[in-house]
T-cell receptor, first 116, second 115 residues
């Protein structure tokens, strides 16, 4: 399978713990996006990278969240001092073209985070 | 500012009957509009997109949508439902230019297909 892969699929953690998720995009894609999806809602934008540069961050991304894409390939999303409100599906998507009109996103299956 | 409203959270149809998933949008500019589908344990997949060309847009798996500016609608249709169409469908609005950071997703419509 040469699609976008995310690891782990599920993560259960206790409040206050740190968690890290990984996303491996399609290899030739230079843009990588992170979204968050809560129950009954559509995905909401968190941040995106073009190659290794983090170009935009949503106001949803509090200072407990950090994302990296060190070599312009895979990306990690870390949440420090998790809170119950962080419980959600975290989605990663990648694309190779700029501009919404030409930009077809390829999504991973997501990481489901449950904070107890 | 932009927003999208999916008028039904859940739609149930019988296999072989037409599908209609309703979406209204609000945008300060001429928007780009999309429909994405999310099957269980699968990533979101683009069904179709409207980007100011033809108002009737054909997508994958027999789906199509019509952009109606006067009604600010972008409803998704399919003539004959198949069991494999059962999934969550998201209507999405965006500024006509810019990156996918500008996508606004609706809350989704769960399509159930019965025998």
């Amino acid at each position: 399978d040469t699609g976008v892969s995310q690891d782990p699929r599920h993560k259960i953690t206790k409040r206050g713990q740190n968690v890290t998720f990984r996303c491996d995009p399609i290899s030739e894609h230079n843009r990588l996006y992170w979204y968050r999806q809560t129950l009954g809602q559509g995905p909401e934008f968190l941040t995106y990278f073009q190659n290794e540069a983090q170009l935009e961050k949503s106001r949803l991304l509090s200072d407990r969240f950090s994302a990296e894409r060190p070599k312009g390939s895979f990306s990690t999303l870390e949440i420090q001092r998790t809170e119950q409100g962080d419980s959600a599906m975290y989605l990663c998507a990648s694309t190779s073209r700029g501009g919404v009109q030409g930009e077809k996103l390829f999504f991973g299956s997501g990481t489901q985070l449950s904070v107890l | 500012a932009q927003s999208v409203t999916q008028l039904d959270s859940h739609v149930s149809v019988s296999e072989g009957t037409p599908v209609l998933l309703r979406c209204n949008y609000s945008s300060s500019y001429s928007p780009s509009l999309f429909w994405y589908v999310q099957h269980p344990n699968k990533g979101l997949q683009l069904l179709l997109k409207y980007t100011s060309a033809a108002t009737l847009v054909k997508g994958i798996n027999g789906f199509e949508a019509e952009f109606k500016k006067s009604e600010t609608s972008f409803h998704l249709t399919k003539p004959s439902a198949h069991m494999s169409d059962a999934a969550e469908y998201f209507c999405v609005v965006s500024e006509p230019t810019g990156t996918a950071s500008k996508l606004t997703f609706g809350t989704g419509t769960r399509l159930q297909v019965t025998l």
